[in-house]
């Protein structure tokens, strides 16, 4: 069984900072490797999840814009982890954080994370 779990979320300042993992189980180290892994935002009253960071197998990384310059999407592909350390944190980042492991034909989600930034 495929499993993602979140981990690192909490309540922090403006400028502020956390540091998102994520672990993938059920899955080896190949798979993992080949994935697409990303970082996504929920918010209160939206359905949607809108990325937030991701990186290719290939090691390539995409931003989104509210991302960029301020946090940073890395994996560890020996430990199937997921990182995403973020600096100067606004009360607009908060949100549900979820992981997402992406390969044709197989879409994962975690449960998510709660970030939560105090004004």
């Known amino acids: 069984q495929v499993q993602l779990v979140e981990t690192g979320g909490g309540a922090v300042q403006p400028g502020g900072s956390l540091r998102l993992s994520c672990a993938a189980s059920?899955?080896?180290?190949?798979?993992?490797?080949?994935?697409?892994m990303g970082w996504y935002r929920q918010v209160p009253g939206d359905q949607r999840k809108k990325v937030v960071a991701v990186t290719s197998a290939s090691g390539a990384t995409t931003y989104g814009d509210s991302a960029k310059a301020r946090f940073t999407i890395s994996r560890d592909n020996s430990r199937n982890t997921l990182i995403l350390q973020m600096n100067n944190l606004r009360p607009d980042d908060s949100g549900v954080y979820y992981c997402?492991?992406?390969?044709?034909?197989?879409?994962?989600w975690g449960q998510g994370t709660q970030v939560t930034g105090s004004s």
């Open positions: 997402n492991m992406w390969q044709i034909g197989a879409d994962y």
């Open positions: 059920g899955v080896s180290q190949t798979y993992f490797r080949n994935s697409l």
